[in-house]
Nanobody, 121 residues
Framework: QVQLVESGGGLVQPGGSLRLSCAAS????????MGWYRQAPGKQRELVAF???????NYADSVQGRFTISRDNAKNTVFLQMSSLKFEDTAVYYC???????????????WGQGTQVTVSS
């Protein structure tokens, strides 16, 4: 069993910053890609950013230059530093990990439960 537990969401004013964390635990053999999606009310879930096992990153155009993704491989944790937040960043943020459990032959994608980020004045 694997769990992804997110933390760090909350209410912030426009222009402010938040840092999200997502820690994976359980019978993990290896984690390849980790990242974040978000879903705003009435909208489809969209990819925010991801980071590979070797540290390569990719960002949505809407957050490029404002958000920074990083990871601590020793702790199976991924972070999302969000700065210069805008109203349109309001959403539930979900972390995910493409991983392989101990003894498994194939990787799969696991998800966190989501954390609310609200940007409001």
């Amino acid at each position: 069993q694997v769990q992804l537990v997110e933390s760090g969401g909350g209410l912030v004013q426009p222009g402010g910053s938040l840092r999200l964390s997502c820690a994976a635990s359980g019978s993990i053999f290896t984690i390849n890609r980790m990242g974040w999606y978000r879903q705003a009310p009435g909208k489809q879930r969209e990819l925010v950013a991801f980071i590979t096992g070797s540290g390569n990153t990719n960002y949505a155009d809407s957050v490029q230059g404002r958000f920074t993704i990083s990871r601590d491989n020793a702790k199976n944790t991924v972070f999302l530093q969000m700065s210069s937040l805008k109203f349109e960043d309001t959403a539930v943020y979900y972390c995910y990990a493409v991983l392989k459990t101990t003894g498994a032959t194939a990787s799969y994608t696991d998800w966190g439960q989501g954390t609310q980020v609200t940007v409001s004045s």
